[in-house]
């Protein structure tokens, strides 16, 4: 990729990539996004997969690209490459990180590194299939199995034989309602009322209204610095467990719904605001699965009644239903199935100059 190579413009001769320094990296990206909300996928990552191949779980690998390869997030997430609202994920293949599974992902953001993130897995699926991740795959649908933090989820994506398509839905780890009706402090705001789901990672969930905003008119900016002051509140005020590991036992963000829980044909509009004040441009996919959690134990829905979820921010739709009670730890959790369209938006080379003092990037909000 490094020599040059005759362009087609015209019969002029053109590089491979912009002139960068022989040590710099060079990191070719393909670029999707699920419901608004953008996806930078890494397909490989030698740091990772040498890691993988050492025999490291993905938890462990998680740390450990966080601890060493941090630089690599940072680049691409960040500005000038990146932007305040950007969201990544590496590919990992082989190893004890894939498991069985057709790949493993680790999921990148502006903050550092999620558990879970469904409008990737939508997108991941996807691409397995078109970059011929999965071996032999089916018609009229694929299942494409991932393995991610928080566990085994597989993705089950149209296939006509050529390419993929839409809608591609996923069945994650089992999800669970945490905590009900708990009474939070927020400072500025007084005494809420919040639920805490469990989609794979950790919301707390509450009516805007709470907070005198209403999720579909008021100011993002407004409804932003609430949802993050509850975050906040609920970190300092409850205490997370989770049945496998004490990883994934934190708490991802805040959600601000319109109320309207029950049953209905009707959409339900949110707001997902998590890691450090970044909103989902999507209706959230782990945030989906944890809300329907949430709504089956307080027996709002029954099996196989899918809603629809609405992003404020975009318009954009997710469906979700809970399709099977089961156990998880000591909790009584359901699967969700959560639907959603993925597309691409192009491919890409990212280069580093040695020599460019905001290399890593910079965070600027």
Same mark, same amino acid.
Request: aromatic share 8%.
């Given at each position: 990729?490094?020599?040059?190579?005759?362009?087609?413009?015209?019969?002029?001769?053109?590089?491979?990539?912009?002139?960068?320094?022989?040590?710099?990296?060079?990191?070719?990206?393909?670029?999707?996004?699920?419901?608004?909300?953008?996806?930078?996928?890494?397909?490989?990552?030698?740091?990772?997969?040498? *890691?993988?191949?050492? =025999? &490291?779980?993905?938890?462990?690998? #998680?740390? %450990?690209? /966080?601890? @060493?390869?941090?630089?690599?997030?940072?680049?691409?997430?960040?500005?000038?490459?990146?932007?305040?609202?950007?969201?990544?994920?590496?590919?990992?293949?082989?190893?004890?990180?894939?498991?069985?599974?057709?790949?493993?992902?680790?999921?990148?953001?502006?903050?550092?590194?999620?558990?879970?993130?469904?409008?990737?897995?939508?997108?991941?699926?996807?691409? *397995?299939?078109?970059? =011929? &991740?999965?071996?032999?795959?089916? #018609?009229? %649908?694929? /299942?494409? @199995?991932?393995?991610?933090?928080?566990?085994?989820?597989?993705?089950?994506?149209?296939?006509?034989?050529?390419?993929?398509?839409?809608?591609?839905?996923?069945?994650?780890?089992?999800?669970?309602?945490?905590?009900?009706?708990?009474?939070?402090?927020?400072?500025?705001?007084?005494?809420?009322?919040?639920?805490?789901?469990?989609?794979?990672?950790?919301?707390?969930?509450?009516?805007?209204?709470?907070?005198?905003?209403?999720?579909?008119?008021?100011?993002?900016?407004?409804?932003?610095?609430?949802?993050?002051?509850?975050?906040?509140?609920?970190?300092?005020?409850?205490?997370?467990?989770?049945?496998?590991?004490?990883?994934?036992?934190?708490?991802?963000?805040?959600?601000?719904?319109?109320?309207?829980?029950?049953?209905?044909?009707?959409?339900?509009?949110?707001?997902?605001?998590?890691?450090?004040?970044?909103?989902?441009?999507?209706?959230?996919?782990?945030?989906?699965?944890?809300?329907?959690?949430?709504?089956?134990?307080?027996?709002?829905?029954?099996?196989?009644?899918?809603?629809?979820?609405?992003?404020?921010?975009?318009?954009?739709?997710?469906?979700?239903?809970?399709?099977?009670?089961?156990?998880?730890?000591?909790?009584?959790?359901?699967?969700?199935?959560?639907?959603?369209?993925?597309?691409?938006?192009?491919?890409?080379?990212?280069?580093?100059?040695?020599?460019?003092?905001?290399?890593?990037?910079?965070?600027?909000?």
């Amino acid at each position: 990729a490094m020599a040059a190579q005759g362009g087609g413009d015209g019969g002029g001769a053109g590089r491979a990539l912009p002139p960068h320094s022989p040590s710099g990296v060079v990191l070719q990206t393909v670029e999707m996004h699920t419901g608004g909300e953008p996806l930078r996928i890494i397909p490989r990552l030698e740091a990772a997969e040498q *890691a993988a191949a050492a =025999g &490291l779980s993905l938890l462990s690998l #998680r740390r %450990e690209v /966080a601890a @060493r390869h941090d630089h690599v997030r940072r680049a691409l997430m960040h500005e000038p490459r990146g932007h305040a609202g950007m969201y990544g994920a590496v590919v990992v293949r082989g190893g004890a990180a894939a498991d069985g599974a057709h790949l493993a992902a680790l999921f990148l953001h502006c903050a550092g590194y999620s558990a879970m993130c469904g409008h990737a897995v939508m997108a991941l699926g996807r691409f *397995a299939l078109d970059y =011929g &991740l999965v071996p032999a795959p089916t #018609r009229p %649908e694929t /299942a494409v @199995r991932l393995r991610c933090p928080c566990g085994p989820v597989t993705a089950f994506v149209p296939w006509d034989g050529h390419r993929s398509g839409n809608p591609v839905r996923f069945h994650s780890v089992p999800a669970f309602a945490a905590a009900t009706d708990l009474a939070i402090d927020v400072p500025g705001h007084g005494k809420v009322v919040v639920d805490i789901g469990y989609g794979g990672t950790f919301y707390a969930f509450l009516n805007a209204e709470q907070l005198g905003l209403d999720v579909c008119s008021s100011k993002t900016r407004d409804l932003v610095s609430a949802a993050s002051a509850v975050t906040e509140a609920v970190k300092k005020q409850f205490k997370l467990h989770h049945p496998e590991s004490e990883d994934l036992a934190f708490l991802y963000g805040t959600i601000l719904t319109d109320g309207k829980d029950a049953f209905s044909e009707e959409p339900t509009t949110n707001i997902c605001v998590f890691a450090d004040e970044q909103v989902d441009r999507s209706p959230t996919g782990s945030g989906v699965t944890a809300r329907i959690a949430l709504q089956y134990h307080k027996g709002l829905i029954q099996l196989d009644q899918t809603r629809t979820f609405r992003s404020s921010t975009t318009g954009s739709l997710f469906t979700g239903k809970a399709v099977k009670a089961t156990k998880f730890g000591n909790y009584n959790a359901v699967i969700v199935e959560v639907s959603g369209e993925a597309f691409y938006t192009g491919t890409a080379t990212f280069t580093v100059e040695e020599e460019d003092p905001l290399k890593h990037g910079f965070f600027f909000k």
